[in-house]
């Protein structure tokens, strides 16, 4: 059988989930792999997850007053070097352009790993008065850090992302700004993704580069293993002391503005990925599929049966359904597999049996389930089975992350937890020490300190210290 | 007064027609300089023409079987010198990537300033049958180009572009889709962005590098400069022997490919404001702007005008306009202005005695006409007005064109209309000879051959030998 066979092609998740993930990246043509070190190509369905996940930020960025913009790509190495944290993590992983044409520069450029430089040297040139406050831009565009290894969306030396930079009048303002975007993203990945997470704070030692606070959401992916989502950064004053951004308050005295930045990436593909896929390759969640429904002929050389296909295809596409017809001349049993791989979330057949008794069949990607529905007016209850999809799709995550979570008291139950990919939940002192030693001889580092938990101990499990917060620690894509 | 004030600010067009369009991109706050040489920073208005322009295209390359995809940014040195005549075009304004982090590369990379050659190397890995053709790929990014001027736009290091690149089984196929890609973009610049445009061809010296025949859409801007505003290119199979992309066809032969590729770029938002503005500012097109109305409450302090503004607001947006209602404190002067400024094609005005009366005041922005409506249930009317609209910027534009195109039937003919900008046609004898001529002793260079047009004479008015096509020279942005 020709599904078989093209099922047989992916590696079992059991069996290497890392060949596994590879196999559902290539096999469901998400990416292909390029001769340009570190990059990868996104084929038109991978490109397509990208565009709805794009559309579900951009439309609540814009809900929220943010404007998109596009920024230079290149940034010159002065400007780079403006604030010093920021130079000092990010330089050691930039691309150089150092000719135009044949002409060697004056100064060399980066390609932008981030903008937070080209938002404040814009910021510095417009931003004046307390009218002017606060700016709330964004924008989508690829980044370039010069990575050594290679993973189809998560970990490429281009990749897509977008990123938010806001300036404000008040320090009040901004946090909240950060807040704010991290519940966005948060909203997102648990509504529209079905990706449960987990908001909090990093540690000094994980926060980005020249930030004073930065918010994560947290994702546990199959294997166990956390995805760092999306993350929003609290900057304070600092970058806009370092690029000299100042505006006249309503006292009419000059201030300094304070600034975030935020972004998701094309990381939370790969999320998708591992968090949802099983071993006959990719399943989507409903909310963002972009084609919800895939509608397959049974019999099609029969007459009729095609006609009937498009006449369903076309009323669940009038209820707003995402629907595409498969009338090619493959077997339905290839089509399944087809499918099945590329995880369109329900797949409806019909064939001359269907027909004659007014129903049809629709089969969830998740759990196979089939429920037999009249032909006519039944896209209400499709809708409802989608819904259950989405449902089912966040439970299961959310119950392999709970599976998956340990509280830790002692060093000893850290070490024995962690023979295994999980979370561990533990008090923290808040010395970096601890989190260097748990590094080095654990091999897990900290993930978040999540919002609203309560306390776990006293005391820090690592060097007995007064514990002053909870943390997640794991081991992290 | 606050609007004449502002207004003040552009320099006439009749003046200097240059600085009046700069002051046009910086005011309408379209662009930014920044600190980035070459670059400008899309604004969010100026983003936002963008978005609105590239939401028109990319909804017409889908309904034509085209898919998205992304490609690196970056292209290896060997890559790009796959094709001769293509490496020899574009390596002289190439920028060149030589460092990633600390090390050198082994071999230095450019950033694309197309992606003819990545997009080649992706088809030799994922076509091999004649079931994988036609292969119809698009990608929306942006592209590099090491230009010695900067104008907004116009002529930037960095610009926004799409680039199709298409492959197909036969010449024919792939002739059809240059063809057919020329059609869409003259449709959306007519259409949509009330852009007359002449559809032709380019001679050799003017085609693009690698290129078997180029196709283009030539605009004449206010000033008689011509825009050539998208080009549509035939490659044969030079790229594929080039690349050595081969497919086994229907009777079971190893055959190779044909290939096309097509773009526009940001430079159209540079044609829009050529084409429509005026000394108050830009004039946007009503199909293609981002905001189509703003409704702005005269005596706004009086109850109920705002509520009023508001509510009609809202009744135009449930009919699928664009509307915005300006209820700031700022006078109304400034505000016609400012929405002058930005082209805002209809303004609506509605104060205490509007109230009374049931009425409101729409303004057009092309010409000023005042229209005097009925709150109630003119959102029909509303929609006239703009097409109305629409109709007078293109028949405007054309006008324009007609008045500066002259048909010369010898050299000093020529010599004599290229004393303004204009479009000159004549016959032509196809000698590159006469063409580098023109272009040494006029200072003008052929536009395009334009699709059936009669012939003007039966010889070449350059060099008097047999003409073989009718053609267009004039001055280019």
Redesign the interface.
Known sequence: MADKKFVEQITSMEEDFTKWYTDVCLKAELV?Y???AG??????YG??L??AIRAEFDRRFKETGH??????????ES?LQKEKDHIEGF????????????EELTER?C?RPTSET?FC??YK??VHSWRDLPQL?NQW??V?R?EKTTRPFLRT??F?WQEGHTLHATAEEAVEETERMLNIYADVCENVLAMPVIKGKKTDKEKFAGAEATYTIEAMMHDGKALQSGTSHYFGDGFAKAFDITFTDKNNKLSTPFETSWGVSTRLIGGLIMTHGDDSGLVLPPRMAPTQIVVIPIAAHKGGVIEKANELAESLKAAGLRVAVDASDNSPGWKFAEYEMKGYPMRIEIGPRDIENGTFVAVARDNREKTILPIEGSAGKVKELLDAIHDRLYKKALENRERHTHTAHTFEEIREFAKENCFIRTAWCGDEACEDRLKEEVGVTSRCMPFGEAPVDDVCPVCGKKSVTTIFWGKAY
Chains 1, 2 share one sequence.
């Open positions: 292909s390029s001769n340009v990059c990868v190509i996104f084929r038109p490109y397509a990208w565009e404007q998109n913009v596009y920024m230079p790509m290149f940034i010159p400007l330089a050691p992983e930039v691309a150089w352009v150092t000719h135009g044409g044949t450029m390609v080209l040297d814009h040139n417009i831009l565009c690829s370039v010069w030396r281009e897509l």
